[in-house]
Every structure is written in C-alpha cells, then in structure tokens.
C-alpha cells in the first residue's frame, strides 16, 4: 500500500512539474512573439533606440538568436538617446559623456565582430551579409579602429557590389589619415561604381 501511495505521489508530482514546466516554456513563446513583432515594427520606422529594451528583453529569453544579436548591435550603433558632450559644460562632464558614448560603439563593434562572422559561418550566401559587413565597419569607425573599418567596407563591397557608399567611406578615411593616393583611388572606384549602378537600373 505504501509503495503505491509513494507511486501515485511521484506522477501527481511528475506531471505538476510538466505541467509548470510547459506552462513557463509556453509563456516564455508567447512572450518572446510579442517581444519580436514590437522590434520588428519599431525597425521598419527607423525607430532602432526605441527598440533596444525589447532586444535587451528578448535576448535574455532567447540568448543564440544570432539575427536578434545583429538587429541589438545595429541598435546600438544608431542609438540617439546618449547625450553629445558640449563645448560649454564642466570637463569631467564632457569625459564621462563620451566615454559612454565610446563604451556603447564598443559593444556594438564587439556584436557585430562575434554574430557577422558566426553568420558567414553558418550563412555564407546570406543576401543581407555584406549589409552586417558594412554596419561592422561603421560600429568599428565610430570605434577609431580605422584600418579594422577599411578591410570591413571592403569585405561588404565585395559581397555585395551594391553598397557603392563603402568606396565612399574608404576614401574619407584615408584623407583623414592624410593618405591622399589611396583616397584618390577609392573616390574614383566611387564614382566608377556609382556610375555603374546607374547603368544597370
């Protein structure tokens, strides 16, 4: 009698726990659905910085989402919610303003280092991975990793000859770093490829 009791006891308990069980899993699905179609609608208006506590959110339910990984550091990248240091506040005010401002290009340039190269991995004819290439090579501009951002516009340009712009941004780099050959050969390659993008349409 005993070891029946003992029996029932253990499948009363067994299904409490798969019930409980699917429960959670089943709220944690609807919950995440609601989560993505929220990101999904605040991306389509240009609306990225609205949309990074929902990421935030949804990442922590459904930590290898590797696409949800990309749209958070592309977030970040075009966040508008830090404040801009200005010429008339206290230094210490300045330095910590653009050191967040810093920190935030850094953690984007550190997701798009991470999930653009996992994608090639598990994606190499991926139609949008010359476009993750291009937002990685801005995350590690802002970054001032200009050479890492030169070989990463070139690696987006030749994935997807479209992104004509990636000649565009080299070029600047280069007269930046006073490079004026080498900026004088991708404003040409620019205007090569624009003209030929115009051809083609």
Known sequence: MAKIIISISS???SLFVSVHLWAGASSKKEESIKLRKQIY????VDEETESLPYLEKYLELNQSELYFKLLYAKSLLYRRDLSVPIVTEPIEVRINKSKEIQKNYNLSSKLFSENVLHLEKVRPRDPNLGKWYYLWAFSELFSDNKEKAIKLFQKAIKLDYRLTEAYYNIASI???LGQWKDAELFWRKYEKAER???EED
Do not use: Q, T
């Open 196 to 198: 030929e993008l115009e």
């Open 41 to 44: 609608s605040l991306h389509k």
């Open 11 to 13: 499948l009363v308990f």
């Open 174 to 176: 280069y007269e930046s």
